[in-house]
């Protein structure tokens, strides 16, 4: 039992150290982060909670809707920027350094809890899940935004983890929270009216070479698996190359990525 909790915290640690690399990125996230609040109806006043937050770009839009905003992360750094973003937009935000499975904060806390592309990385996603519902009140909104594993970026991540030593024990892949089955199933009887869209993020890259190219500078999976290739098996890293750019191409036309992704919503009993 020592083992396996001393395992989950070296595979934080290593999350935190991974998605340093990620700000750049915002500029393709905000956009998505409009139709997540949107699509979860925040509203002036709601006490509202952005779980693994980022950069903040769900947390800013919420706030400028009038909600009262908090979010949490698990890297300092995505912090910093996000209260640059906040001081930029005029907004108030409390934000929280702190793990998605334990989250600071009393039972009932929050009207609303959203997630974009976040949670789904907390490596035990019941544990997650219960966090999050327990500091939203009853009656109240949980909403996420997660990338489906048949489409490409979950293809990407499964492809990246074909590549990486297996992870610790219990550790489910993210893009399962991508599957409506699975969705449906971890939320369980603690929910009701669950409601799925899709919707596309746009990347804009010149060819899917670009996009490699483009996430082995700010796509932190991508950044410490090209680092370990690098230095213990350079032809094997080729040949990540290789398929990488395979995969992409098949989702990318007229310079875009054609990103979809999932949007689960529901109220909690």
């Known amino acids: 039992m020592g083992e396996q909790v001393d395992a989950l915290k070296a595979f934080k640690e290593r999350q935190k150290d991974v998605w340093t690399y990620f ?16 699509f979860a109806g925040v509203r002036a006043g709601q006490r ?15 706030a400028r809707a009038g909600a009262q905003v ?6 300092p750094s995505l912090l910093e920027r996000a209260r640059e973003n906040s001081r930029i937009a005029g907004v108030t ?16 806390s929050f009207d609303v809890v959203l997630s974009q592309f976040g949670h789904m990385f907390a490596p035990r996603p019941a544990v997650a899940v219960a966090e999050m519902l327990r ?20 293809r990407v991540f499964a492809l990246i983890g074909s590549y990486m030593p297996p992870p610790p024990a219990g550790v489910a892949p993210p893009p399962l929270w991508g599957d409506p089955g699975v969705v449906r199933e971890r939320l369980g009887d603690a929910v009701r009216d669950i409601t799925f869209d899709r919707q596309r993020m746009s ?21 410490k698996l090209v680092e370990m290739l690098a230095m213990s098996d350079p032809a094997r890293l080729e040949t990540f190359r290789t398929e ?9 036309s ?7 992704y999932l949007m689960t919503r529901a109220i909690k009993r």
Not at 245 to 251: E, N, T
Not at 254 to 260: L, P, R, W
């Open 23 to 38: 700000a750049p990125l915002e500029v393709l996230t905000t956009p998505p982060a409009a139709q997540l609040v949107r």
């Open 93 to 108: 935000i409390d934000w929280h350094e702190g793990d998605a499975e334990a989250l600071p904060f009393d039972a009932g």
């Open 70 to 75: 908090t979010g949490l992360d698990l890297t």
């Open 244 to 252: 990488y750019i395979a995969l992409v191409r098949q989702y990318f």
């Open 135 to 154: 500091v939203l009140k009853a009656g109240g909104v949980i909403a996420f935004s997660t990338w489906p594993p048949e489409l490409v970026m979950g």
């Open 48 to 62: 509202l909670l952005d779980v693994a937050c980022g950069t903040g770009v769900v947390a800013v839009t919420a």
């Open 203 to 223: 990347v804009p890259v010149l060819s899917p070479e670009h996009h490699q190219a483009m996430n082995e500078r700010t796509a932190g999976p991508v950044v």
């Open 254 to 260: 007229d310079n875009i990525v054609h990103c979809d």
